[in-house]
């Protein structure tokens, strides 16, 4: 008996102190020694080639930098569970990252959660200037005049097209042709477009054709507008082509236009430039997909045109970048992505970096051309509002439900407009 | 040294005697210590915070602020524009849809497949491991997986099918899918406990039943069910609470469409405590308002059972 009472009494210690240990506000970071390696987290969600890329960049970066004693542990997390971890470990000094990788939609976000350290003086530091930097990405880590996010590349959606289909010469470059063209296609169980009718890619083709005709989703006090007649008549047009033209089948699921796209049952498929590589265009010994599969700017997006794309960006943590050393080996590491970007690129990215573009190792890599196009003409959207994300969202909602036949298009914005608006006000309170 | 080693034999026995009785009376707590530790470490802890966070406004990262009932307020649309309470009971309504279907085809499905597992033995190995396969994936591996198999334009139901039902994007089809899915999903867990409980129903009393002329449906529902009964209440209790807490089949399968009509509570609340905007007080304050409405129906559902364990006995 008496051993058993020693050994409950000895697991009870145990847990407890198990416990006190891992519950102790855990603060000190041996980054913040004068002297010895600073070792940085860097979190991201790029799964798949690009994070593969990244990871293979961070390895270089560690060989480069061992003598300069940085060294920079990258840990690769789905977005969504990212902005949730971050969210709850932000305080944390000894977890938290000091560098993490996120859309520059999400920053207004995040900011209001006070957790990102300014970037003003990177310019300086790293002695770069914004004609360097593709524009949108430049100020897309801007919010009301203070740097958080420095730039990795924009991310514009283009049109894919199946070589077997359709030839060059006949692609459509505005959204009228891009109709009649579809219409001619579709037939004998082809069709000219999936578009899906799930919350997916459907909202940035019409998020693009309404920046491309001068919309926008928000008035500059920022209320929403994502109802009016312009941004109706660009749904419209989308529900026709479903619809009425029926160059797209009904209910296509998430992943839908995909599976058709590849199945030689559709001509066009929309979506970013990181399929790319899903479909081996980059691959060198893959001749065969590139004589079947091709990649053009989206419709009335190129030129005088504005397209919407995303950014990926690089923010600091305050918490962790806690002195001017630490924060100097952050730039260090940032400019060294930039830098090498052209590898991003091969991971199916546009770099933010303009240099990378004119190589000739860059121009080589056909397929990602258009993508380049469409980015120097993309907006990122009114992204310094906070609740900017949460709009677009309920917009896509909006837009699935006209898409699914649900709802008109002008009901399904303006029910979109009205559920945004609500939970602004219950935000608020 | 005689009087030292006297002093000691009589100042040692009442000690050691006083020990025992200590022992005898500190012994069943120190057996149940480690339950409780861990139940007040991850049961109580992060209730009673819980309620506390409910009555705040907290993003995890800004400071705790003070909100009083606000929360609540906002989910019964006291204050507010409407839009979370109408969000939020629009969701709780959807869960219990899903809690009332899902739940009896969990408890009848398993117990026939349980009833022919163990009945037919030729296939009882093979069919076993067949049904029980699918409780072994996780809930995104089977949504993928039925995502491949019900798309309407190139999934395999329709192709076998010659149809074109919109098996995920329209209503009531996007239901039906969730039911196939959770069912196809569910059944293995609760088979092998109805397995176990078939197993133990004496045999004595099947052949006394059997030698006064019972068929199979008469010893099915007057001894092997009433023989069951604590193994049907625990699958009851247990399947209860899991559809409640329904949110897998929702997010990956149906993405809570169409037109939010998918989505659950869990979902609701899993998107306001860790979606765009960290708003953890109103989550834990939807938390609480749900809890207790599981809690009402999960005793309301074991109350029932034991009402009818006892018109069994009299």
Redesign the interface.
Known sequence: ?KKI?KI??L??CG??SL?ALFGCNQTGDPNNNDTGFIVLRFWNGFTGTDGETMDRIVEHFNEEYADQEIKVVADKIPW?TL??KL??T??NTRTAPHIVAMSAS?IA?MN????FLPMDDIEEYLGVTEEEYLEPAWNGGILNGTRLGFPIDVHPTAMYYNKNLISEEELPTTWEEFRTVCKEKTKDGVYGW?CP???SITKDVFITMLYSAGGTLFDTNHNPIFDNALAVSKLTYMNDLVHTDKIS????????DY??FT?G?SVFYFDGPWVINTFGLLDENNDEIREKIGVAPMPETTGTYKNFAGSHQFTLMKNTVTSPRIKEACYTFMRYVNEHSLDWAKAGQVPALKAIHETDEYKALEPLQAFTEMAKTSVLGEIEYE?W??AY?KMG?GI??AI?G??TPANALKDAVS?F???V???Q? | MKEKGEKTVRAAKPLRNHGKTF?RTV?PY??V??FV?FFV?FGLVPLVMGVVISFTKW????PMEWYGL?NYG?LFGV??????A?DFWNAVLHTLLFAVIETPLLIIVPLGVALLVTKCRWVKKFSMGFFYFPTILSITTVCILF?FLL????GVINHYLRT?I?W???MPYAWISIFLLSTWWGVGGNMILYVAGIANVPQELLEAATLDGANAVQRFFHITLPCMKRTMLYTIIMTTIGSFNMLGQSQVLT?G????MTRTAMMVIYDTA?G????FGRACAMSIVFGVIMFAFTFAGYRLQIADDKEGIA
């Open positions: 008996m009472i409950m009494g697991l009870l847990l407890l416990t969504d902005f949730t969210t709850t932000s305080s999400r976000g209001l959660r006070k957790i999936a009718s799930m919350y089948p009904e209910n296509v699921g998430a992943g839908g599976t058709l199945q049952k609740y994300y949460e969202n909602v699935s439900n699914s649900l709802k559920e608006k609500g939970f006000a219950d935000e309170i | 022992l012994q120190l057996f210590a480690p530790f470490l993003d995890y990262a800004s606000k906002l204050v507010g524009s409407g839009q979370v109408k995502n798309d309407t334009n190139s074109a919109p995920i994007t329209q993405a469409g169409p037109n939010y860790f765009g905007i960290n708003n």
